[in-house]
């Protein structure tokens, strides 16, 4: 029995995250109907580093199964490829020590949030930004994200209906860059609350056209999800890297 390690990359918009669902198979499901395919299965298993949720994209999302197979497995991913829909890619199949597990070895991970800062549409970056009309203060935005990194208690940048009770994460780091139209934010960290980064990405534009005037230091501080901004929409959120101890 080998365990494989693929590297996976895909536009999330029509599927209902990495989790199959009742009436959507996710990315998740599409891949474990490939493999069933493909190495002649009724049921096998994919594990993906963490959920993605509906509309969000992954740029080099991880996951990992077992099977006996005589598939060279450097070729697994090509193969995997021929039989998935065109908006889902694996981008290296490896095999892995046994123990490794996609989402328990996962040591960190980045997520990148794309904001288009415009008053007219695009329909290229659609369904992969989130179009923003109002004027942004980018310096101020830059400035009060730094208050993110460190060792804190993110309990009020996590949406309702999560079962987490643990609710301190480290960030190592975050930045926000402009590219034209696009603002970049990116944030780098041990783990991540539900709805985490999409919060903070809408809070940092709520600060950035002058709705919300305390500091971050302060809402991370208070821990009341009241006091943050809107939860931005899925379409901007890409899941970047997955870093592991290999």
Request: charge should be positive; aromatic fraction near 8%; glycine fraction near 8%.
């Amino acid at each position: 029995m080998k365990n494989i390690k693929i590297t996976v990359s895909y536009n999330g918009e029509k599927y209902s995250g990495w989790q199959k669902q009742p009436n959507s198979p996710g990315i998740e499901g599409e891949i474990e109907f490939a493999c069933k395919k493909i190495f002649n299965l009724k049921e096998i298993k994919v594990i993906g580093s963490g959920r993605t949720d509906a509309g969000v994209h992954a740029i080099e999302q991880v996951a990992n199964f077992k099977v006996d197979t005589t598939i060279p497995v450097d070729k697994i991913a090509e193969i995997l490829n021929n039989n998935l829909p065109k908006d889902i890619s694996v981008t290296s199949s490896v095999e892995v020590d046994e123990s490794f597990h996609s989402r328990h070895s996962a040591k960190r991970k980045i997520y990148r949030y794309q904001i288009y800062n415009s008053k007219v549409r695009n329909p290229f970056l659609r369904n992969i930004s989130y179009q923003v009309k109002y004027d942004l203060d980018i310096e101020k935005m830059k400035k009060e994200v730094n208050h993110l990194i460190g060792k804190h208690d993110f309990a009020g940048f996590m949406s309702s209906g999560s079962s987490v009770k643990d609710t301190i994460r480290t960030i190592y780091n975050v930045d926000i860059h402009v590219e034209g139209d696009l603002i970049i934010f990116e944030i780098e960290g041990n783990g991540f609350l539900y709805n985490m980064v999409r919060i903070i990405a809408g809070t940092m534009v709520d600060i950035g056209r002058g709705k919300i005037n305390d500091s971050l230091k302060n809402i991370i501080a208070s821990r009341d999800r009241s006091k943050a901004g809107h939860t931005a929409p899925p379409q901007g959120l890409f899941l970047k890297k997955v870093y592991y101890d290999l």
